[in-house]
């Protein structure tokens, strides 16, 4: 017996920007999205169907007619606008998952002060979020930030590990860190019904992450993750985990001795593959554990 099991379909790396001028300073926004739709598809994969079927084209064109229409200020808040407004119209659909993925644009200082109209492109660190509204499930909300790029040139170290005949690693207690780290936040879905400023949020958990990695005498990543992963925890009570990726970008120390020269620790090269890649969620307990 062969039979359908999971499918979705959508569209997805939908560009848009948005250029608003209601204000002294414009602003801009550009976000990428991704639309996928879940339900009752069966008919369209098994006999060709297509009766319940939204092409993906159409999807394409919400995004940017719902850009024009939509109030929103964050990417979470146009990602439950979306979510709703499929819902709405498509009832052979049960669940709708919206992915944006927000690329900063910088206001230009001119002559001393932010130019009204023009903008020059952020770092590559962006601002993502997952929203997903259910029928019968409501709405999971999961935002993040990717590529957010930190090196510390002190107060880390990495000592004590296994050292079998295959090592070759010194132990250290002085190291470069780097990392362009990934990290993802569930809210509580207790807390989704009202009116969460994301973007204040966002921001709290984000200075609350870099501050930490900043002070943190590290002895692995491993152990200035956690502690990253627990700052944000406490800063921000309506998330319930947080899940690092912490990409390790090595710099390695140049032996200069061929040379006549000594190297105290200054002189390195930045090396892209291949990297220790740590992972890890740090999540609340549940009451009474």
């Not at 001028?21 to 297509?50: A, I």
């Not at 606008?81 to 498509?90: I, K, M, Q």
């Not at 296994?162 to 690693?169: A, E």
Request: aromatic share 8%; with cysteine.
């Amino acid at each position: 017996m062969i039979a359908l099991a999971e499918n979705s379909y959508g569209k997805s790396s939908v560009r848009v920007m948005k250029v608003q001028r209601d204000g002294p300073l414009h602003t801009v926004k550009e976000w990428k999205v991704e639309v996928l739709l879940f339900g009752d598809f069966e008919s369209c994969f098994t006999v060709g169907d297509n009766s319940e079927i939204l092409p993906t084209d159409t999807m394409k064109n919400t995004v940017y007619s719902r850009a024009r229409e939509s109030s929103a200020e964050c990417i979470e808040d146009f990602a439950r606008e979306l979510a709703e407004f499929f819902l709405g119209r498509n009832p052979q659909v049960e669940r709708v998952n919206i992915n944006i993925a927000s690329s900063p644009w910088e206001h230009v200082i001119s002559h001393g002060k932010p130019h009204p109209s023009t903008f020059i492109r952020g770092t590559g660190e962006t601002q993502t979020t997952a929203v997903t509204y259910s029928r019968k499930g409501g709405v999971s909300v999961t935002s993040g930030l990717d590529n957010l790029v930190l090196l510390k040139t002190a107060n880390s170290g990495f000592e004590g590990f296994i050292l079998d005949s295959l090592t070759t690693l010194p132990e250290t207690a002085d190291r470069l860190f780097g990392t362009a780290m990934r990290a993802q936040w569930k809210y509580q879905s207790a807390a989704l019904p009202a009116q969460l400023p994301f973007d204040q949020l966002r921001s709290k958990l984000r200075t609350a992450l870099i501050d930490v990695f900043a002070q943190h005498d590290s002895k692995s990543v491993q152990h200035t993750l956690y502690a990253m992963a627990q700052a944000a925890l406490e800063a921000v009570p309506d998330i319930m985990d947080v899940e690092l990726a912490m990409p390790n970008k090595h710099c390695l120390l140049i032996d200069l001795s061929r040379f006549g020269q000594t190297n105290p620790n200054e002189i390195f090269v930045p090396t892209d593959e291949p990297y220790g890649n740590i992972v890890a969620r740090i999540c609340r307990e549940a009451k009474g554990s």
